[in-house]
């Protein structure tokens, strides 16, 4: 490997020395700066490098000089010169200097050579700070720097070397950026500062089925199943068992050296899932010594508290041809809970005009409520007229705003070079995690279906020995034979769900040279697996086993359940006359306790190989090919009372699946115009064991155009894919709920238009129009599986991205980079929208009966929704399409300034201009679910981060903005939409301030603390009723957490 490095490195000299020369005549003589130095100990190459970026100055030297030698590293405030010099002390090297930005490294006369038998080929490297074309780290203290020992291996490509500007947009988050985000959590320190979106949260799985907990990652609006993301570049087992995504808390953020975000399809060269872009997380590497963090935090107004513990230590062993290196982190986060915030506590909702507000409360109340609204208990008895408006129950108290969550992380890296110029290497992940989501105590009402016949629990016969005499003699007047009641069972307890996620991955891996190839060899493999336990739901078989009783001879005066099968299964009689009138025993039969166990499974075997080959006319082409082949497994076991329906709980059918796909590829870059016109090409074949996919094939032609150093453009077209999963496939309706508004509400017998003659040619709401004079939505969380569908083929993507890159010459530290991206998913595996379902059937000009959409929607005998069928297809396509920009600037304050400091800016804009669902509408013509612009996909979003490093001292300045936008698209279409509440939404930004102290010797231990969300703005109020809001009364798409604060440190041996 050191060989072939070497002639790379060597191959720059033809190109560095003019170059080196120009810059020369250009530099003009400077007083020198003090520069802010954190280079640990370890490999030289990587230590030049970090240099050159911190102090942006040229440093010329023969490759062989630098192979193989370490240095003690420099930490501190210094010239740059006199920073040099302690990096190179006790390496044999010293320096001379050409003029003030520019040094030639040389050996020292009486030292002799650590690598006097290398048989490394003579070469000259050049390493230096930010050019046109490179992904910026960290300013102004590197941490993603560019090893120049190695081939870089950028996110998007697999040869792109520094220097050279990517053809795909690649943004860059050091170590540094990640310190400063005051997160313990990867992926919410990801989002908070770059194109990635948290679409998967704390705050937004609290009532997910199966990924309450989970925390996940997108890019462009398209979802975590379009973005892939990789460890050191390499693909990794998902952690869901329901889609192919990825669970970012699985990631030790301790042991992420940087973060690398590419956008566009890169399917050519990382294989499926590709489309929206790829998240490359890249491991530390080289570290001698270790760290330490300990960091806590808390929210103003409660809940939220954390704390997080980790160790790093890396060590060399074997005479320096192995490291090992290694990580433990644990935290814990607590709940914020809506106890824990007033504007979650307001019971209201949004009329059905959405044009005022609306009390909100449920009519489940704790004690029951008996023969319509004529009977009710609460805390002081029988009470009688119930008025949901006074009387009825405030669930909103009990709701979770954040889901809690412990974590313990575990990563290992062992490396060990072996004679021949072949090394092996081993990464292993471990990580597990526990989360627990609770809500209000649940319900059930007497017509209540249940079953896979569709039974219902039943009214109390009037005769039951529970029904108490004022309630028997109302029933009697009025000519029923049984009592109709609701009930809320609190005697149950909170509903919760708690999840138990344990995820190992390991990549074990040979690598080396052969002639002009690189190449490199691994086998990977890794499992997921979730445990999820829910209790607290009701059984509704269990309740009409409960209700019907006869008299127990074996206890005079007293009572059993009828079945003799139920009482072996521990039935007791219930008595729902009155809060908290149902006893221990009875509340423990009827109580619905279900576990899901989930496993996911991958392995993968690949080789690689990189090289150059020399043209005749002197240019070297790029190449890179492969064979990869990958097993994906899946088993799913669910409960057999959820799968039968006998209980509150969705129901998630058993699976057992497997999946193959053998995939080769091969890409080249070929220098047109050496150092001015690149141009890459790459393809990909791969063959699934899917019926509907078989063969498919991906590629990308792009290039990078330099008319000078500070100008470069870039642009590419491609072709990507994403193969439906196994649970896309195979899996049976997996049940979940969803919060919907149902366009029906406020139907009378005088509503005009089509969606009001749709809606009454329904049956019960028509029937509920005649009763009550309108049709009003009781039921807002509906049953809505979701189904597989063994006949899907792959989705396939075409991307064109265009941009530039600028970094002026006469304006040293300043980048700005502009790209324009337009995505189109074709036969886009998805589901339509619960309002998207309910809009194509009531909305279209199509009688129900004909229309295939509402064939996918249940209504119970009241009108109210049952059931939505949301199916898995092949939808007609999914568009994407913006712009990003992208400003760095990094510049010196002089030490006689008040404003003295290393400053450095950057500014991520993104504008969304379409993000919409194309599909055949009911009416046969072409209907769009149209995005953009509304809350989570404002037309504008940017972030911005200034910071001041000052001796000592650095203070970060960072604001997060959502731009203005709209509820939906459906509400903005309707006649009276300028007297609506909460459809228009505000802009809304989030300050944070970071502070960071260096002490102790040499700066190695750090004192960090910082406030987030200065001002303490949660976002707008968005209750029950909008689109984008629900009845916790915000989008987790902004910030529920509120001002927070932390504190922290770090240290270094």
Not at 57 to 66: N, R
Not at 276 to 289: K, M, P, R, T, Y
Not at 313 to 331: A, C, I, M, S, Y
Not at 742 to 757: I, K, W, Y
Request: net charge negative.
């Amino acid at each position: 490997m050191k060989g072939v490095r070497a002639a790379l490195l060597g191959a720059l000299l033809p190109v560095m020395t003019p170059h080196a020369c120009a810059v020369a005549q250009e530099t003009q003589t400077a007083a020198p700066d003090a520069f802010s130095f954190d280079i640990p100990s370890g490999p030289l190459g990587p230590a030049l490098s970090r240099f050159a970026l911190v102090t942006d100055h040229q440093l010329l030297a023969e490759s062989h000089l630098v192979a193989g030698v370490r240095t003690r590293g420099v930490e501190g405030r210094y010239a740059a010169e006199e920073g040099l010099r302690l990096l190179l002390a006790g390496t044999g090297l010293e320096f001379s200097t050409v003029d003030t930005r520019t040094h030639v490294l040389a050996r020292r006369a009486d030292a002799a050579g650590p690598d006097a038998a290398s048989e490394a080929r003579p070469g000259v490297i050049r390493l230096s700070g930010h050019r046109v074309g490179d992904e910026p780290a960290e300013t102004p203290v590197a941490s993603a720097y560019i090893d120049p020992q190695e081939v870089i291996l950028v996110t998007g490509s697999r040869f792109e070397r520094a220097g050279r500007a990517a053809v795909l947009p690649v943004q860059v988050i050091g170590r540094a950026a990640l310190e400063t985000s005051g997160a313990i959590e990867i992926g919410e320190m990801i989002a908070s500062q770059s194109p990635a979106t948290l679409e998967f949260s704390n705050a937004s799985t609290h009532l997910s089925a199966q990924n309450a907990g989970l925390s996940s990652i997108g890019l462009r609006g398209l979802g975590t199943t379009r973005t892939l993301v990789l460890i050191d570049g390499r693909r990794t087992v998902a952690n869901s068992g329901n889609a192919s995504r990825f669970g970012s808390d699985t990631i030790p953020a301790e042991f992420v050296e940087r973060v690398e975000i590419s956008t566009g399809g890169a399917s050519a060269v990382y294989g499926s899932d590709a489309i929206a872009g790829v998240v490359n997380f890249v491991l530390i590497d080289d570290l001698e010594g270790g760290r330490l963090l300990a960091q806590a935090g808390m929210t103003q107004d409660g809940g939220g508290q954390y704390h997080v513990l980790g160790a790093t230590q890396g060590w060399r062993f074997g005479e320096g041809r192995g490291h090992l290196l290694f990580n433990v982190t644990r935290d814990h986060t607590r709940r914020i809970g809506a106890g824990d915030r007033d504007w979650a506590q307001v019971p209201v909702s949004l009329s059905s005009d959405g044009e005022t507000l609306e009390a909100d409360l449920s009519s489940y109340t704790p004690g029951g409520r008996f023969i319509g609204y004529d009977f009710w208990y609460d805390e002081a008895g029988l009470q009688t007229d119930f008025d949901i408006a006074v009387d009825g129950y405030d669930t909103r108290s009990f709701a979770t705003i954040s889901v809690p969550r412990e974590r313990d992380l575990f990563a290992l890296k062992l490396d060990y070079d072996f004679d021949g110029g072949v090394s092996a290497y081993f990464t292993g992940l471990l990580s597990h995690s526990e989360s627990l989501s609770s809500r209000e105590a649940q319900t059930a009402y007497y017509n209540e279906r249940f079953g896979l016949e569709n039974e219902r629990i039943g009214a109390i016969p009037v005769d039951h020995p529970f029904v108490p005499e004022p309630i028997r003699q109302a029933a009697l007047a009025e000519g029923l034979t049984g009592i109709t009641w609701r009930r809320r069972f609190s005697e149950l307890g909170e509903e919760y769900r708690r999840n138990d996620r344990t995820t190992q991955r390991f990549w074990a891996g040979l690598q080396g040279e052969a002639g002009i190839w690189s190449w490199d060899v691994a086998l990977g493999h890794g499992r997921y697996d979730q445990d999820q336990l829910r209790s607290g739901e009701v059984n509704y078989a269990r309740i009409r086993n409960a209700l019907d009783i006869e008299a127990d001879p074996a206890t005079p005066g007293g009572y059993r359940c009828v079945s003799a099968a139920a009482r072996a299964a521990g039935c007791a009689p219930l008595d729902m006359f009155g809060v908290n009138a149902i006893s221990a025993e009875a509340a423990d039969y009827i109580r619905a306790t279900d576990r899901l166990e989930v496993e996911v499974e991958q392995w993968t075997l690949g080789g690689s190989a990189v090289g150059d080959l020399a043209l005749p006319d002197g240019r070297a082409m790029s190449l890179a090919w492969g064979l990869e082949h990958r097993v994906d497994s899946q088993r799913t076991r669910g409960d057999a009372a959820a799968l039968n329906r006998e209980t509150g709980y969705v129901g998630v059918p058993d699976l057992d699946a497997v999946g193959h796909a053998s995939e080769v590829f091969a890409e080249a870059l070929v220098p047109v115009v050496p150092d001015r016109f690149d141009v890459t090409a790459a393809l990909r074949l791969a063959h699934y064991d899917i019926d509907r996919v078989g063969l498919v094939g991906s590629y990308r032609l792009g290039g990078v155009w330099s008319p000078s150093d500070a100008l470069a453009f870039r642009g590419q077209v491609s072709r990507a894919q994403r193969a439906p999963s196994l649970t896309e496939l195979y899996s049976g309706p997996r049940g979940d709920y969803d919060t919907v508004s149902d366009p029906c509400h406020g139907v009378t017998g005088t509503s005009v238009g089509q969606l009001a003659e749709n809606c009454r040619s329904e049956p019960g709401i028509a029937r509920a129009i005649a009763e009550d004079g309108v049709y009003e939505q009781t039921i807002t969380s509906v049953y809505a599986p979701n189904s597989g569908n063994p006949d899907l083929e792959e989705e396939r993507s075409d991307a064109v991205t265009l941009g530039l890159v600028y970094t002026p010459v006469r304006a040293e530290g300043l980048s700005l980079s502009v790209d324009l991206y337009d995505i189109r998913v074709s036969g886009a595996i998805s589901s339509l929208s619960s309002r998207a379902l309910l809009s194509e059937c009531y909305g279209a000009p199509v009688a129900i009966s004909a229309n295939r959409y509402c064939d996918d929607i249940q209504r119970g005998e009241t009108g109210q929704l049952l059931e939505m069928r949301n199916r898995v297809a092949n939808l007609n396509e999914i568009r994407s399409a913006g712009a990003d920009v992208t400003l760095d600037y990094a510049w010196q304050v002089s030490p006689a300034s008040i404003w003295a400091g290393d400053w450095d800016l950057r500014i991520l804009y993104a504008y969304t201009d379409r993000l919409e669902q194309v599909f055949e509408g009911s009416d046969g013509e072409v209907s769009r679910s149209v995005w953009d612009g509304e809350v989570g996909a404002p037309h504008h979003r940017w972030t911005a981060r200034l910071g001041v490093t000052r001796g000592p001292w650095l203070v970060q300045w960072r604001v997060r903005y959502e731009g203005a936008a709209i509820d939906g698209h459906d509400r903005a279409a309707k006649a009276n939409a300028e007297d609506m509440l909460f459809l228009e939404i505000d802009p809304w930004m989030q300050h944070d301030l970071h502070v960071r102290y260096l002490a102790g010797a040499e700066g190695r231990l750090q004192i960090f603390g910082g406030i987030n969300n200065v001002f303490h703005d949660y976002g707008p109020f968005l209750p029950s009723g909008t689109e984008s809001g629900g009845r916790r009364n915000f989008s987790p798409g902004y910030d529920a957490a509120g001002r927070r604060v932390y504190a922290g440190i770090r240290a270094r041996w």
